[in-house]
């Protein structure tokens, strides 16, 4: 079945240390993309990517860190610049960044601090 | 800018009960108009989606009708089920951006 698969489903952060959330899609898309999720709030873009080995910055990219070496791939550092991590993060991709494409989402990461 | 915005929640509504959660957009140029379904611990889910004006998008017993003139995609279901419990995002499209509303969590009870 294609899809996209994120890792861990949760995921505990320490002070003052990065964290990597995993994201990988196998649906031949174009665009990917990260949102954080805060309760009882839409999403927010952090980044998005429209092709392998280039990204732009989103509407809260402070304190995040992506890479797109693969077109499968697109793997989110929390970095300890981000104060406030602990939230649902999401990754979707799409065939192209926007237009009438939809987009298709993994099943999230819950960051909490420890 | 583009936004979206939707009617606030919580919404309660008992089974087989008429369900509509209203959606209103700004947007530049004609956008594409999407909802989308959250079940707890998931990601989104596209439930349907509509690309010009008039269009009507349908799924599972829901449908939205992209009304132009008052810049509306409102959600629609003639009779609701427990299963139907979820929080549901209205969501628009541009040719280089993408928002979504704050989503509506809808409770349905036996």
């Known amino acids: 079945d294609g899809g996209i698969t994120q890792s861990p489903k949760y995921l505990f952060r320490k002070e003052g240390q990065n964290v990597t959330l995993s994201c990988e899609q196998n649906?031949?898309?174009?665009?990917m993309y990260w949102y954080r999720q805060d309760p009882g709030q839409g999403l927010r873009l952090i980044y998005y990517?429209?092709?392998?080995?280039?990204?732009q910055k989103g509407d809260i990219a402070e304190g995040y860190s992506v890479s797109r070496e693969k077109k499968e791939s697109f793997p989110l550092t929390v970095t300890s610049a981000q104060k406030n991590p602990t939230a649902f993060y999401l990754c979707?991709?799409?065939?192209?960044?926007?237009?009438?494409?939809?987009?298709?989402f993994g099943d999230g990461t819950r960051l909490s601090i420890l | 800018g583009n936004s979206v915005t939707q009617m606030e929640g919580p919404v309660t509504l008992s089974e087989e009960a008429f369900l509509t959660i209203n959606c209103t957009y700004t947007?530049?140029?004609?956008?594409?108009l999407f909802w989308y379904v959250q079940y707890p611990g998931e990601g989104l889910q596209l439930l349907l989606k509509?690309?010009?004006?008039?269009d009507k998008g349908s799924n599972k017993g829901f449908e939205a009708t992209y009304r132009k003139e008052t810049t509306s995609f409102h959600l629609e279901k003639g009779s609701v089920q427990v299963s139907d419990s979820a929080v549901y995002f209205c969501a628009l499209s541009t040719y280089n951006d993408m928002r979504f509303g704050a989503g509506t969590r809808l409770t349905v009870k036996p």
């Open positions: 509509a690309t010009k004006a008039d």
């Open positions: 649906l031949n898309h174009d665009a």
């Open positions: 990517s429209q092709i392998v080995n280039d990204f």
């Open positions: 947007a530049t140029g004609y956008p594409s």
């Open positions: 979707a991709s799409s065939m192209a960044r926007a237009g009438n494409q939809p987009q298709h």
